[in-house]
């Protein structure tokens, strides 16, 4: 500890120091006979403890404490007042001006030694106190840091997952989409039939119109015979449903393209917005049909709820993956065609409960209380990551503070249950 003993009087300050040395107070000394030297002694150097007198020439002590109450000096030491005044009123100046503690003059030897290891003792705690807060300053950056990173990491799992679904999905949504493609394409080669042989039954009409040899009953009878021949009938008759048709396939391909370019876009994972829970349903069952529809009859008991504050995408993730092992756990469980997958909605008070049912293989005891851990998965290698029922867990309880629990009878099927409240505060954890 370094002391700046500051006292005009030369014996005082033999006293204080000699009385430091007797009881081996391990400090070392430096003096000053006024306030201006004190405080220049202060700034310019190291100082944990100034023993300073009241009344001095130049500066007194008052003066001095005012001086460094207004400085900016952000590591002002302690001090302890030299006084022979009991004037409480002056006293509670120095206080109310930063001073630590005083002792009277002339000094008694245990007051004098117990004051100045006391305030040693708060002067070590403080720097503990200061040591300790950096500390978790310091700490507290890194947990930051580290956070931001596992959120980062998380981030590109849950899109990791989400293209390991969507290469799942990507054979059969070509399917879906080729088979009204197909059907609009042949619709198109004979509505270009239609057109052409109404191009060549205008021309050759036209052609006769200002022939001056032709009669009018003439006319109406070629043009009848004409008629006859090019089908016209017909084609005005199927034409109309030729192109009602392809409008419905290419509108069920745009309706099949836009629900996968929802589930495939890159969402912010922190952007929430009012959905309704049904419409994103409808829009996964698009999404997952090819795989479903080989397998299980799709069952849709959908009751209207309020809409539910989420992330859209993240909430389709979790769905499409539940569908698909739905899928899965039927698949070679039960014979073509006889799965059911039941997809059900029900609203409560605070939450709109999802039902996610299978007649599929169902989870042995053993494993039912794992199928939520990262990694873990009952699948042959190279079929999934084991991270599709983890990081629906994370976003349906982290991200969205619902609920997720399954019930599962080995070799008879496995019903997931899912709470999503209509609001709640977002989490970005």
Known sequence: MKILIVE?????????????????????????????VALQHIYDKSVDLVLLDII????????????????????IPKIIMLTTISDSTTLKACFDLGASDYIKKPFEEMDFISRINSTFREIENERKLKQNAQLLESQNAKLIQVNESLQEAQYHLVQKEKLVAIGELAAGIAHEINNPLAFVISNFTNIRQYVDSFEHFTKTIMNKVDDPALTFDEFKILASNLWEKSDMTFIFEDFPELITDSQKGLDRVAKIVNSMRNFARLSDENYFEYVDINELLEEVFIVVNNEVKYIATLEKNLSQCPPIYCNKGQIEQVFVNLIINAAHAIKGHTYAGSGVIRVETIPEKDYCIIMICDNGSGIDSDNLNKIFDPFFTTKPVGQGTGLGL???????????????SVESQFGEGTCFKISLPYSHEVSTS
């Open 8 to 36: 005009d009087s030369k014996i005082n300050q033999y006293i204080a120091r000699d009385t430091l040395l007797k009881y081996e107070i391990d400090c070392e000394i430096d003096y000053a006979t006024d306030g201006e």
């Open 56 to 75: 001095m020439p130049k500066l007194t002590g008052l003066q001095v404490l005012e001086h460094l109450r207004s400085s900016k000096k952000s590591d």
């Open 390 to 404: 983890s990081i629906s867990h994370n976003i349906i309880v982290d991200k969205h503070q619902g609920k997720i």
